[in-house]
């Protein structure tokens, strides 16, 4: 019985002198980001106002539409389906005519027409999108000169973009509906 316990024995020492595998290297944790994200500066690109006499600046795109509701009479200038641009609103309640444009600073607003330029204040209406409005009482002559201009009135305000729109009979219609 020796023979085979010295072949057990042969096996075992065979056994031990073959090489182990290696250990597994220990787990490395993730490299740490120290990298600061800085936000990205934000540049407001300078206001490009339309050149040369406002009877020459190409007319804002859009076309008015006309509309009654509960408070009275509004004519809208925009893009089709899109947010008005500007506004004329009869609130036949207080009888008082809100000429409204997009956006949402400056405290005047200078309206040009063919016959007369005249300087309005305004306020930010805090609606969304954000308007600037001045309201005028019905027999202000500048809703006539707005009515009757020779093609487009302009409308300026500070810190924005100036405009021209078309003139169509939606501002007379509004203005009259006001007046009865």
């Given at each position: 019985?020796?023979?085979?316990?010295?072949?057990?024995?042969?096996?075992?020492?065979?056994?031990?002198?073959?090489?182990?595998?290696?250990?597994?290297?220990?787990?490395?944790?993730?490299?740490?980001?120290?990298?600061?994200?800085?936000?990205?500066?934000?540049?407001?690109?300078?206001?490009?106002?339309?050149?040369?006499?406002?009877?020459?600046?190409?007319?804002?795109?859009?076309a008015w539409v006309?509309?009654?509701?509960?408070?009275?009479?509004?004519?809208?200038?925009?893009?089709?389906?899109?947010?008005?641009?500007?506004?004329?609103?009869?609130?036949?309640?207080?009888?008082?005519?809100?000429?409204?444009?997009?956006?949402?600073?400056g405290s005047e607003?200078?309206?040009?027409?063919?016959?007369?330029?005249?300087?309005?204040?305004?306020?930010?209406?805090?609606?969304?999108?954000?308007?600037?409005?001045?309201?005028?009482?019905?027999?202000?002559?500048?809703?006539?000169?707005?009515?009757?201009?020779?093609?487009?009135?302009?409308?300026?305000?500070?810190?924005?973009?100036?405009?021209?729109?078309?003139?169509?009979?939606?501002?007379?219609?509004?203005?009259?509906?006001?007046?009865?």
């Open positions: 019985m020796r023979i085979p316990t010295l072949t057990a024995l042969a096996v075992l020492l065979l056994a031990a002198c073959a090489t182990p595998e290696p250990a597994s290297p220990p787990p490395v944790a993730p490299p740490v980001n120290n990298t600061v994200m800085l936000p990205v500066p934000v540049t407001e690109r300078p206001l490009v106002q339309p050149s040369g006499h406002w009877l020459d600046w190409p007319a804002a795109s859009g006309y509309r009654q509701d509960e408070r009275g009479s509004i004519a809208l200038y925009g893009p089709t389906g899109g947010d008005a641009l500007v506004t004329l609103r009869c609130d036949k309640n207080v009888r008082l005519l809100y000429l409204s444009r997009r956006g949402n600073s607003m200078t309206v040009r027409t063919s016959s007369t330029s005249k300087t309005i204040s305004v306020q930010t209406t805090g609606g969304l999108p954000a308007y600037v409005a001045a309201f005028l009482q019905p027999n202000d002559p500048l809703l006539d000169a707005m009515a009757y201009s020779r093609g487009r009135i302009a409308l300026e305000v500070p810190g924005m973009v100036n405009i021209a729109i078309p003139v169509w009979s939606e501002i007379g219609r509004v203005t009259e509906d006001c007046r009865a």
